[in-house]
């Protein structure tokens, strides 16, 4: 009599193995799909925009916003995480000497993660009257960039500026441990982000559809 059961385990374990198998699977094949759409380029470097936002958090991202802005590529510049690391508190030693007459043209903001770079800019560029921006993030940051920012700018003209630090290998990233690492941390932190934007609007579109208003977002 219990041979029974033991088939109904086998059975039971047989099942969650498949299981586990397509989720491997699709897991895989969804990092395969975000590593492919990390640019190795930058595709657009020449459209000038309103504005240059940064975010910090990644080496040469800076730099890279200082030197559009001295190239003219935009009229101000927008720093977004500031006081989180050394290369900030470089640009504003550089700041005050200030040789090129930059400083008033460059804005800092708080923020302390990606969708909240994406909300303060909004803020900031409504404040402004500004309606484009060119976008300078780390390569491997900028799939999940644009998503926040595209949900909070959904009007506006985005131009992805990628940068790329020396000590991510992204050619062959598979091949690197510490690239390997950041692409899959990137990944999960994008389809996060993915998923909390996408509840959002489920949620959006059901108060609608039942007379009402979307809730208003509480915002930190």
Known sequence: MAVRPQRRRGRSLGGLAVAALVVAILWTLGLMRFAAVIPLTVADADVPTDAIVVLTGGSGRIEAGLGLLRADKADRLFISGVYRGVEVRHLLNALKQDPEGLEGRIRLGTAVNTAENADETAAWMTEQGIRSLRLVTGAYHMPRSLLEFRRALPAGVIVPHPVFPAHVKQDRW??????TGLTV??????????????LDRAIDRLAVSIGGQPPAKVTS
């Open 185 to 198: 941390a990137e990944y999960h932190k994008f389809m996060a982000a993915w998923l909390r934007i996408e």
């Open 174 to 179: 598979w091949a690197f441990p510490g690239t």
